[in-house]
């Protein structure tokens, strides 16, 4: 990845993962628009996500100034870069990382980023391997930020994961606003409804036999 895309940044851990600034004021948008339909409406209130296949967003992730003056228009959430549970920790430390590079580097040049928070196994939400969590570097504590459900809370293991992965984030970063793309189940999310707020978006697929599709502008 090109170093000039973290030219300024400050870095967080011995990992050196660039770091996302806390904005000046929080922006909750109106709903999410994955970043392949985006051209479906133009609507400012929406932001633009990444919640699909990474090939989808390559361009992103490999020419991101050309989307600059775009992005300026709406919130963006920074890329949801792929974090299997059973990829190597190497390739999970690389995508953490280039999912908050590119957020730097659009933040840096007037893009409204929210940070996405994206954990896989153990070792990227705990000490097990790593002296610091992995997948909360490179957040600053009490923002915004958004996670992604979609698919990752089917079987037992897998909200086992997702739920052992909540209660750090929420440790780690105490966040004050969190965007959630997918199902919000009451059991998993309840314990911290008092101390910050939620607010649950339906997925694209949802939305699609919902009935809940936007307009095209």
Not at 14 to 36: T, W
Not at 96 to 122: D, E, F, L, M
Not at 131 to 140: H, M, N, Q, S, T
Request: proline content about 8%; overall charge negative; charged content about 20%.
């Amino acid at each position: 990845m090109n170093p000039e895309l973290v030219a300024g940044a400050d870095f967080d851990g011995v990992l050196g993962i660039p770091i996302i600034k806390r904005p000046s004021e929080f922006i909750i948008p109106s709903d999410i628009i994955p970043f392949s339909k985006r051209n479906r409406d133009a609507n400012p209130d929406l932001a633009v996500g990444f919640y699909e296949m990474d090939t989808e967003f390559a361009d992103v992730l490999i020419t991101p100034d050309q989307f600059i003056d775009e992005f300026r228009q709406r919130p963006l959430i920074s890329p949801d870069c792929s974090l299997y549970r059973d990829a190597p920790l190497a390739v999970q430390i690389a995508n953490t990382y280039k999912s908050r590079a590119i957020g730097y580097y659009y933040q840096s040049h007037g893009v409204y980023v929210i940070p996405q928070i994206r954990w896989g196994n153990s070792l990227t939400y705990t000490a097990e391997a790593l002296p610091e969590r992995l997948a909360f570097l490179g957040v600053e504590k009490h923002s915004i930020v958004a996670i992604g459900t979609y698919g990752c809370i089917r079987t037992a293991d897998d909200k086992h994961e997702f739920q052992a992965g909540l209660d750090a984030m929420m440790e780690i970063l105490e966040p004050e606003i969190v965007l959630v793309y997918g199902p919000m189940p009451k059991p998993i999310f309840k314990p911290y409804a008092h101390n910050t707020t939620f607010k649950q978006y339906d997925d694209w697929t949802s939305r699609i036999h919902g009935g809940k599709l936007p307009s095209t502008h």
